[in-house]
């Protein structure tokens, strides 16, 4: 059939016709590919069709065919810049060989010059697809006999590759739409996620939620585990913690089995308050949107700690200045103190305990604080009282009572402390403060760091520690070295010192000698005057009325 005969005119007609209904019918861009080069196999009729695109990486690829042709073929790249489609896209205009094998006007590619062979191609004409300037591929027709191509086939093929880049530009509009649309669905669905997880955390707070509670509801929300530490803590994740805190975002750190730990600060201010630390799924990198509910939280935990420290803080002031209430004005109960103990669950006249607590590496007010904790759960009073750690509650059992508070302090300071309880009779605490502060003290200088006891537990040293007690102690002193007591007053020497250091070294003539910084001679010189104060015999008679009393005048020493 020539080509100016009406059934080939129609034909083409037709399929111009279909290619002009396919630049209005939106689809996937691959369904457009397809229907371009089956309209352009019908309408040319040549062996097959296929259509080119240039990829990123600068070379040409089939993305559609049309007539019987190799997957080989098909699976093909060939550079940009070389072969028959070098030539369309580098003029942007149509190109032809009536023999590609043979052909000298194009520049060969070995590897697809063995393909054109297998797949026997000869004749090929070639168009290019120019987007809004662009050409970003091109369309072929080939036959497998060598043939020329007429200027009406030349023509009718760009015309059509001309509406076909039309069809291709919406197909990847429409689906650089989809994807757009897409990305913003899931970004959308991503917002209202977090949302819900801000909403739900500020309701945990308004429930009275803790920070523990906050950081498990969002464990729940954002999968993984969710843990949160404080501003002492000691880990390994020391590094993030730091770089959340100075850039004030999530810091990412992947663990060598895949594991991943986001990091974010809790501050309020210049304050680090603590740090939330999120532990996803192995190989599982977070989400943007997720870092971003992780930070939002950190502000939620932030006011909570704080209004909590608040709280705390104003707890134990009052709870502080109840105690220094009861111990200035006992054994008399006010009726405003009896409101206010009352009104925070306490029955001031079950309070008949007095503690006080002494830790070498924390400082009164620091220990204060730990027994306002201990004293809630047992209805009692706590604060610093006289420069010590002191707290006021019900002891019924007051070996019990000590020793368990000593425990529950130590675990929770982290540290050795001395913890010493007297019994308060008929409301006088100042009195059984004044005692148990002074067995402490006695304590220490027999060397306990770590104990919870009463003071009837070292009854043996109440005359030390009792000043109501202090003549029975002046007159056993007078008895058992009130002679040394004197030489050394009115001579300005030292044997009371000597002779303690004496007996504490087991009287060991040259350890003694060591500890004081003396020759033996210059010793035993005192030993001997010493003798002399007291009677020669000291050495060998029942000395412990005199081992008593120096003991317990050293002990005076370190209480008053």
Not at 355 to 370: F, N, T
Not at 465 to 487: K, N, Y
Not at 522 to 529: A, E, S, V
Request: charged letters at 25%.
């Amino acid at each position: 059939m020539t080509s100016g005969s009406p059934g080939r005119r129609q034909r083409e007609l037709a399929s111009l016709y279909a290619t002009v209904k396919s630049l209005t019918a939106l689809g996937e861009l691959d369904e457009v590919l397809q229907s371009i080069v089956h309209h352009a196999h019908d309408l040319i009729g040549t062996d097959f069709t296929y259509l080119s695109l240039v990829g990123p990486d600068g070379r040409l690829s089939a993305r559609a065919s049309d007539g019987t042709i190799s997957a080989e073929f098909l699976a093909a790249t060939i550079p940009a810049t070389i072969g028959l489609g070098g030539k369309v896209l580098a003029s942007k205009s149509p190109h032809w060989v009536r023999d590609y094998a043979t052909s000298t006007r194009i520049e060969h590619d070995a590897d697809f010059d063995r393909l054109v062979v297998t797949e026997e191609l000869v004749a090929l004409l070639g168009v290019p697809l120019v987007i809004r300037g662009e050409a970003v591929g091109a369309l072929f027709a080939a036959d497998r006999s060598e043939r020329s191509f007429q200027a009406e086939e030349i023509a009718l093929l760009n015309a059509f590759a001309d509406h076909a880049a039309v069809a291709l530009d919406n197909a990847r509009l429409y689906e650089e739409s989809r994807n757009a649309l897409r990305e913003l669905r899931v970004a959308y669905r991503k917002i209202e996620r977090a949302q819900a997880i801000h909403e739900a955390l500020t309701g945990v707070v308004l429930g009275g939620g803790t920070p523990g509670d906050v950081a498990q509801h969002l464990a729940d929300q954002l999968g993984g585990n969710v843990t949160l530490l404080g501003p002492a803590d000691g880990h390994d994740l020391a590094g993030a913690v730091e770089d959340a805190r100075r850039s004030g975002r999530c810091a990412v750190s992947a663990a060598a089995d895949g594991t991943t730990r986001s990091v974010a600060a809790i501050q309020a201010g210049d304050s680090y308050l603590g740090a939330l630390v999120w532990t996803a799924g192995r190989h599982d990198p977070p989400d943007d949107t997720d870092l971003r509910t992780l930070e939002r939280a950190t502000h939620i935990l932030g006011l909570l700690i704080l209004k909590e420290r608040a709280v705390a803080e104003a707890g134990e002031r009052v709870s502080g200045e109840l105690l220094t209430e009861l111990m200035l004005g006992g054994p008399t109960i006010g009726p405003a103190q009896r409101a206010r103990t009352r009104a925070r669950d306490i029955d001031v006249d079950r309070l008949d305990l007095v503690l006080v607590a002494d830790s070498p590496a924390v400082p009164p007010a620091g220990l204060a604080r730990h027994l306002y904790a201990l004293a809630r759960d047992h209805n009692g009073l706590a604060g610093e009282h006289l420069g010590r750690a002191t707290m006021i509650l019900p002891g019924a059992d007051a070996d019990r009572t000590t020793a368990d508070v000593h425990i529950g302090l130590k675990r929770s300071v982290g540290g050795p402390v001395l913890v010493v309880g007297e019994r308060a009779a008929d409301h006088d605490w100042a009195r059984a403060h004044a005692l148990a502060g002074r067995c402490s003290a006695v304590l220490r200088a027999l060397g306990h760091t770590d104990l919870g006891a009463t003071t009837g537990e070292y009854a043996l040293y109440a005359l030390v520690f009792d000043p109501e007690r202090a003549g029975e102690l002046d007159r056993f002193l007078a008895g058992s070295i009130g002679a040394l007591l004197e030489h050394d007053e009115r001579r300005g020497t030292d044997l009371v010192g000597t002779l303690g250091a004496y007996y504490l070294h087991r009287a060991n003539v040259a350890a003694t000698a060591r500890a004081l910084h003396l020759h033996v001679n210059t010793l035993l010189k005192r030993l001997d005057r010493a003798g002399t104060v007291i009677g020669p015999g000291w050495r060998h008679e029942n000395d412990l009325g005199l081992q008593l009393g120096l003991r317990l005048h050293q002990l005076r020493a370190v209480t008053s």
